[in-house]
């Protein structure tokens, strides 16, 4: 199950994302081959959060206010206020409480980005930098 994220203005901001992400990762390389010490991160948050959302038996539900698929939209009503919307009882179940993560999903990113593998966040994680000090 996942929200209403499929839309051509959706993919278009995923797709330079990830193309901004590639660029960024290239020039980061090569400034640590230029700069002895140089030390960088990048913390692959579309990658962390699209995990939660594609994975909800494993993370929880998706989306905890609004409508259509998923709740994925009009939490809140819409922007008149006339729209159903459906609200959860219990927040902490959920990834995202209409378009904001709740705390139960900021608590696990937090830890990810402490001590994540590579493949959320690298080269370094944020407890890795805080041992170069």
Known sequence: ???ELNGSCV????KHANQHNKAL???L???QSRLPGFKYSIVYYYHALANRIKNPTKYGEVICCGSGLDNGRNCGGGS???QTYNL???RNDYVLFGGHHT???NQQLAQLFWSGAPNVIGPYNVKQFFEFV
Do not use: E, H
């Open 88 to 90: 959860c009882s219990n």
């Open 1 to 3: 199950m996942r929200p």
């Open 11 to 14: 993919k278009s901001f995923s």
């Open 103 to 105: 705390q139960k999903t």
């Open 29 to 31: 390389k090569k400034l």
């Open 80 to 82: 008149n206020g006339t």
């Open 25 to 27: 990762s290239v020039a």
